[in-house]
């Protein structure tokens, strides 16, 4: 088995054994090329600080990393079901973080999807502390027009409207690398941000003095009516109990749990 950075595969490659190791994966993962690039520049993917194994030329197990201001993030780790239960994930691990450590980073952060315990249990094993826990929700569309809502041009201009910091793939930094359309809608009150293509709706945040107005809902169903598909809110901060508290009211679902945990580099 060979270990490399991926720094010059190519991505046809890296998009073939994605598709290998998650074919089995408990939440789909079945993307097209072009949805996979997209995610991975979201999260700021960094090939360099990526790992690839190899057998022969064929790559079996990968973990992707993004970077951004001293924090490196596993965007995914896979291994293809040929080749598990051989260490091939903590062998990754332990070749990467020493690079990771060496370009910078200050911590490295994942998240695992709570029921899987055989990976929770490998990156506490590996150092890694759990920090929070994320939900995933769902919402469907809801029928009728929605009041208007207006665009907003400026990504975070009520960041003080967050009553805590947003995951990874929700930050404003991965909202600004996107390259796939996305709408910012609100007012002075709040404000969502969501991707029509996909209705992925990274933000969503009421100033505290216009909570219980109704605010929230408005902005959820524009939302919803510029997507025109069903919402999801992917790793909301399960501290946050407000946010949960409105999206339960609304009649969102919730989907899966997740654990963020971090390594101090």
Request: glycine share 8%; net charge neutral.
């Amino acid at each position: 088995m060979k270990f490399r950075p991926l720094v010059h595969e190519d991505f046809d490659v890296v998009y073939a054994a994605f598709l290998e190791a998650f074919s089995d994966y408990v939440v789909p993962m079945q993307l097209t090329r072009e949805q996979l690039a997209e995610m991975l520049t979201r999260r700021g993917w960094a090939p360099e600080l990526s790992v690839g194994v190899f057998d022969d030329e064929r790559m079996v197990a990968f973990t992707l990393n993004g970077f951004h201001d001293g924090v490196a993030y596993d965007s995914g780790t896979g291994v293809v079901p040929s080749h598990r239960r051989r260490g091939l994930a903590r062998q990754m691990m332990e070749f990467l973080t020493p690079r990771l450590h060496e370009t910078g980073a200050r911590r490295y952060v994942l998240e695992v999807i709570e029921a899987n315990t055989p990976a929770t249990t490998l990156y506490r094993e590996c150092g890694f502390v759990e920090t929070r826990r994320l939900q995933c929700w769902s919402y469907g569309e809801t029928p009728g027009q929605p009041r208007p809502v207006g665009r907003i041009g400026q990504i975070g201009q009520l960041r003080e409207a967050f009553d805590v910091e947003p995951s990874w793939q929700n930050a404003t930094h991965s909202v600004e690398r996107a390259t796939a359309e996305h709408v910012v809608l609100g007012n002075d009150d709040g404000f969502v941000i969501v991707f029509p293509a996909n209705g992925d709706v990274p933000q969503l945040a009421v100033r505290r003095e216009a909570r219980r107005r109704g605010v929230g809902t408005q902005l959820l169903r524009a939302a919803a009516a510029a997507a025109g598909k069903p919402l999801r809110l992917i790793n909301v901060d399960d501290r946050d109990a407000g946010i949960a508290a409105f999206l339960e009211a609304v009649g969102a679902k919730r989907t899966i749990a997740q654990r963020e945990m971090v390594l101090a580099l």
